[in-house]
């Protein structure tokens, strides 16, 4: 009886060569598991595709709800943003992928679980910390990286391999930009991106939106409702966080929001340029950031933006399964306990434009904000509070002016 492996499954042209390849060079029975984190029409005819290529069989794992409620979640709530920029939509779906492929690893008795990423790329690592974490006595193996045995260097060497190999596929070798979907968001690398000097040919490249400079001369107003960090409605209507994501996101595409070019760091030490659309996912940052501002106090504020900055980066390194995460996210969760409360802003051409926000828990005192003298605030405390708050700058000042007198 052949051994199995569980191959990660896109349908695209380098997970399709890699069904023959396994079964020639190691004569695996190749189950295929594509796993659904919302990448829409990208599944269409994959099952035909996956058997066509050798493969015994199938899953299509519907995981959109998970991914959404248990890996963006507590993104947001910790406003988990690496670089400055990148709001992780591909960091966060690869170990929910890979949770998914070790579970079906275990249904089907697989002692393998192969994937398509690079030698290059994060990816390879968010994989294979995840199957680690999860299965470490499950082998991994990754064709991108085994170049005695892949031989292949470009579409039309995998192109040939499949049809060597009796399998005529909808593939040509044009070039095109390598992207990720998913729910959250699209990532562009590859074509003139390749060079940090050229403009992204933007009427190319979008797939979710559009430019600032299309979207309609008509601001929209949106109201949100958030409980305890998570997101409950939009315009007074209820639904689930998945929901919710692909409302924004059709908001914020027409509105020209959430287009970030960047160049960033990758986990393997070298630099690489792409472009994100992630238009329903900056609304969503933009909105919970507005409510905690009215709520958390500020220690607390200016912890969690440190535990923020952590997160991203344990997220980007595909660091999902630690004990380090399950700490951070505790800390992050204890802070959301009174992010409660309603969310107004206007979208217009690319920006987020705050219209008002509300919480039953706002720390916020229009009578201490405001100039007139009130009974918790005497202004004659102000004095007392700056000679101590000063103090360390005027001893300093006092210590140079003797040591420069003598």
């Not at 391999?161 to 979907?181: E, M, N, T, V």
């Amino acid at each position: 009886m052949k051994e199995k492996v569980v191959l990660a499954y896109s349908g695209g042209l380098d997970t399709t060569a890699i069904i023959p390849w396994l079964k020639e060079n190691f004569d695996y029975e190749v189950i295929c598991c594509c796993v659904d984190c919302g990448q829409g029409e990208e599944l269409d005819g994959l099952e035909e595709r996956a058997k066509l290529s050798g493969a015994s069989k199938l899953y299509i794992e519907d995981i959109v709800d998970d991914f959404c409620d248990n890996y963006v979640v507590p993104c947001v709530q910790a406003h988990a943003v690496y670089e400055n920029k990148y709001l992780l939509g591909t960091s966060m779906a690869r170990p929910a992928i890979a949770k998914k492929l070790v579970d079906i690893a275990r249904k089907e008795g697989a002692t393998a679980i192969c994937h398509g990423a690079t030698g290059k790329g994060n990816d390879q690592i968010r994989f294979e910390l995840g199957i680690k974490a999860l299965a470490p006595d499950i082998k991994i193996i990754a064709p991108w990286r085994m170049t005695d045995v892949w031989t292949m260097e470009s579409r039309e060497d995998e192109i040939a391999y499949c049809k060597q190999h009796g399998i005529d596929l909808p593939f040509d070798a044009s070039q095109s930009y390598s992207r990720d979907r998913n729910l959250w968001h699209i990532s562009h690398e590859g074509l003139e991106l390749e060079d940090p000097a050229n403009e992204p040919d933007y009427g190319h490249l979008l797939v979710l939106g559009v430019t600032p400079e299309k979207a309609p001369d008509e601001g929209e107003y949106v109201t949100m409702t958030f409980e305890k960090g998570v997101p409950k409605s939009i315009n007074g209507e209820a639904m689930k966080v998945s929901d919710i994501i692909r409302r924004l996101n059709e908001l914020g595409g027409k509105h020209g929001i959430g287009i970030c070019d960047i160049v960033e760091n990758r986990v393997v030490g070298m630099k690489s340029r792409g472009v994100y659309e992630t238009p329903g996912g900056t609304i969503l940052y933009e909105a919970h950031q507005q409510l905690e501002e009215l709520v958390l106090d500020r220690a607390t504020y200016e912890t969690k933006e440190e535990m923020g900055n952590k997160l991203s980066q344990i997220v980007y390194e595909g660091k999902w399964f630690t004990p380090l995460r399950e700490a951070v996210q505790a800390f992050i969760e204890s802070t959301q306990e009174y992010v409660t409360g309603e969310v107004k802003f206007k979208l217009y051409k690319g920006n987020i434009i705050k219209a008002g926000t509300t919480s039953p828990y706002s720390l916020y005192s229009e009578s201490l904000a405001s100039f007139t003298t009130g009974e918790l605030y005497d202004h004659h405390d102000a004095e007392g509070f700056i000679n101590l708050f000063g103090l360390p700058l005027k001893v300093r000042a006092l210590k140079m002016q003797e040591s420069d007198d003598k």
